[in-house]
C-alpha cells in the first residue's frame, strides 16, 4: 500500500470519527465492537471469494471439457467476483444479526 493510500484513509477515518460521535452521538467505547464485527465480516469476504473462484474455476474446466468454446480462468478470478463476494458477506452477516446469531 502507498503511503498516500494509507493517509487518505486515515484521514477519513478520523474524520468519519468526528462525525459519528459529534453527529450521530456514537459512544467511542462501542468502537472496538464495531472493529471486531466488520473482521467477521472481512472473513467472511474471504471465504466468499475463496469459494466463488474455485468454483468458477471447476466451472471453466467442466466446460471446457464438454463445449468447443475456450474458457478462459481469467474469467474465474475476475475482479467483480470480489465485489460480488463482498456483497455476499454483507447478506449473510445481516442475515445473521436478523436471525439474532451474530
Known sequence: MSPLAALITLLTSAGLAVVAIA??????RALPSALARSLEVIGAVVLFSA?????GMVLVLV?????AYYFS?????????????????????????????A
Open 51 to 55: 469459494a466463488n473462484v474455485v468454483l
Open 73 to 101: 480462468l481469467y474469467e474465474a478470478a475476475d475482479v467483480a467476483v470480489l465485489g460480488l463476494s463482498f456483497s455476499q458477506a454483507i447478506v449473510f452477516y445481516a442475515w445473521r444479526g436478523a436471525a439474532g446469531r
Open 63 to 67: 466446460l471446457r471439457r464438454i463445449d
Open 23 to 28: 453527529v450521530f452521538r456514537l459512544p467511542l
